[in-house]
T-cell receptor, first 113, second 111 residues
Framework: AQKVTQAQTEISVVEKEDVTLDCVYE???????LFWYKQPPSGELVFLIR??????QNEISGRYSWNFQKSTSSFNFTITASQVVDSAVYFC??????????FGPGTRLSVLP | EAQVTQNPRYLITVTGKKLTVTCSQN?????MSWYRQDPGLGLRQIYY???????DKGDVPEGYKVSRKEKRNFPLILESPSPNQTSLYFC??????????FGQGTRLTVV
């Protein structure tokens, strides 16, 4: 069974600040995938990134970057120069055997102008 | 356009009145699943299906039924809804190892 911990329930930052969202997961699968999703106030779930467990190369995409460390089972997400439109709930979700996503409880990010 | 379509988007019903929430995807995905989202609990999986006629329980299956008779459809059935099933429901579909595509959500209120 998989488990996800997103220790930060809510974070508030001022626009243009950098913010990192933490994710720690547990899995017994040797091969798995890790995902981040965003849920803006409108309610839909938006896919952000997918990583597989044997590729620890960190990734940057525009203002977003991800730090995957298999040794500590962490998959953290950083937004650089945050904007008000980044305000949303962010979910970390590992996926293993059976293609089952296990979602963390989410971190609510509020970016204040 | 690739999409997952849920209906209805909003539903208010009374305790005990059977209801079905439909979910359809047009991407030929093998995997489909249902989640419920409650404040502070994130998304919890109700049921999932790995292909036609193959379904299995997720973390919170009590009070729900599903069927997968066709690849594109995965309806969620509440035989006797109760107020504790008031929630926001999402259907999702995916290919093996790929990101899930989610429907727009169904907000269900059981009174």
């Amino acid at each position: 069974a998989q488990k996800v911990t997103q220790a930060q329930t809510e974070i508030s930052v001022v626009e243009k600040e950098d913010v990192t969202l933490d994710c720690v997961y547990e899995t017994r699968d040797t091969t798995y995938y890790l995902f981040w999703y965003k849920q803006p106030p409108s309610g839909e779930l938006v896919f952000l990134i997918r990583r597989n467990s044997f590729d620890e190369q960190n990734e940057i995409s525009g203002r977003y970057s991800w730090n995957f460390q298999k040794s500590t089972s962490s998959f953290n997400f950083t937004i650089t120069a945050s904007q008000v439109v980044d305000s949303a709930v962010y979910f970390c979700a590992p996926m293993g055997y059976g293609q089952n996503f296990v979602f963390g409880p989410g971190t609510r990010l509020s970016v204040l102008p | 356009e690739a999409q997952v379509t849920q209906n209805p988007r909003y539903l208010i019903t009374v305790t005990g009145k059977k209801l079905t929430v439909t979910c359809s995807q047009n991407m030929n995905h093998e995997y489909m699943s249902w989640y419920r989202q409650d404040p502070g609990l994130g998304l919890r999986q109700i049921y999932y299906s790995m292909n036609v006629e193959v379904t299995d329980k997720g973390d919170v299956p009590e009070g729900y039924k599903v069927s997968r008779k066709e690849k594109r459809n995965f309806p969620l059935i509440l035989e006797s809804p109760s107020p504790n099933q008031t929630s926001l429901y999402f259907c999702a579909s995916s290919l093996s190892g790929r990101q899930a595509f989610f429907g727009q959500g169904t907000r269900l209120t059981v009174v």
